[in-house]
Structures are given as C-alpha cells and as structure tokens.
C-alpha cells in the first residue's frame, strides 16, 4: 500500500481502474495523489487482492474480495484519527460501496455491465467467438483468460449487478468527467481519456486539473 502526504491529514483512499485501464491510468493516478500531497491532503493506493503487489493470484479476485479489502484500507485509516473520502477512475467506482464515507470523488464511473462489455471487446480482439453468457453457467469454472491474465467467473458474474454509490445529497458523491462526455456529471474537466491510450503515459496538465478539482471538493465536504 503506497501512501502520500501528511500523516495527520485528511485522506483520499484511491479505487484504481479495472484490469487493462488501471495499467493505463496508474501514472495519472500517482500523479495526482502526489499533487493532493503537496497541498496538505494524504493519499492511500491499496494493492487489492489480484492487483498491483498483492501476493493473491489475479484468478481468485472478486469484487466482493476488492470491496472487503477497501473496506479494510478505509477503517485503517479511520483508526489513525484520519478523515477519509475515496478518489476512484472507471471501475473502481465499483470498489468502494461497502466503506463508510462522508465522500466520494469519481472519475467516468463505470457499471459493472460496462466493465464486462470492455473485457468482452478485448476478448473477441484477441479470438474469442463464443456466447458471453456460459461465461457466467459456472461460479467456479475454469478462470476467463483476458489480455494475458485470468479472471474468475464469479468475478464475471458479480460484475453483471455491480454499482458505484449513487448521489445521495451534495456532498457524497461528486462525478467529474472529460469534456465530450456528455453522461451526467458535476464538472467536465479538458482531457483525453488516458485509459483508452496503447501505452501507459502520463498527462500533468489533467493531473493538476484533477488535483486541483478533488482539493476544492475536499474542503468543502471531506475535511
């Protein structure tokens, strides 16, 4: 688990984007908690299990698995005498609905369903023409191969009904998204979309808008 910042700060605890686009986003994200540290706000990136440094093979992840853990990550640092909100790209929007909260900040959340739809796409590039739906006839059959790693079919099945939180008042949930986007949401930031680039590259200028964007949110409902 990486941390940033000040220890006695108020603290984002950051949802990485799901599979392909957390590899695709981490620079931005990293970034930008390094950018939230330098105005005073701690940041904490778990390593989920599956992802990043944890010691759990990709193939036994689930969602309900990443929501425990971020739930763990979450009550940690409460226990610190910290505040903390949640930061989340993409799917990790999905992450974060079991912690306890006063705030929410995403970047184009996804629904689990849209999750599935752009495994599925990165699975028919690479060969597979067989019906989606037996993906999801067996919980515990043979792991789903996708992009070099293997996901199991609960987690294939739990994406089918997953959510992020919903709005729920001023300050609990504040969606920002990139101009162009033309879904719902609180502000429209300039920016291309990192998680659809081949490589994994950073974008200061998105970062500080980011930054600048969850700081203002943060004082006004998190701290």
Not at 33 to 53: K, S
């Amino acid at each position: 688990m990486l941390r940033f910042g000040p220890d006695d700060a108020p603290t984002v605890i950051a949802a990485p984007a799901l599979f392909e686009e957390g590899n695709r986003t981490r620079a931005l994200l990293v970034d930008v908690l390094h950018r939230l540290a330098a105005r005073g706000i701690a940041g904490v990136l778990p390593d989920l299990p599956g992802t990043g440094e944890s010691l759990v093979p990709t193939a036994r992840a689930t969602v309900l698995r990443w929501r425990e853990a971020f739930e763990a990550a979450t009550e940690r640092v409460w226990r610190s005498g910290q505040v903390a909100s949640s930061v989340a790209i993409r799917g990790g929007a999905l992450l974060d609905t079991l912690a306890l909260l006063p705030a929410r900040w995403q970047l184009a959340p996804m629904r689990g369903e849209e999750v599935r739809a752009e495994l599925l796409r990165t699975m028919r590039a690479a060969g597979f023409d067989g019906d989606p739906a037996a993906l999801s006839a067996d919980g515990d059959g043979t792991p789903i191969p996708v992009a070099g790693n293997l996901i199991s079919r609960r987690l294939w099945s739990e994406l089918a009904d997953a959510l992020p939180v919903g709005q729920d008042g001023e300050c609990s949930v504040r969606i920002v998204r990139l101009a162009g986007d033309p879904r719902t949401a609180d502000a429209r930031l300039d920016g291309t979309p990192m998680w659809r680039r081949a490589e994994a590259t950073g974008d200061p200028i998105l970062a500080e808008a980011l930054a600048v964007d969850i700081a203002g949110w943060i004082a006004r409902c998190a701290a």
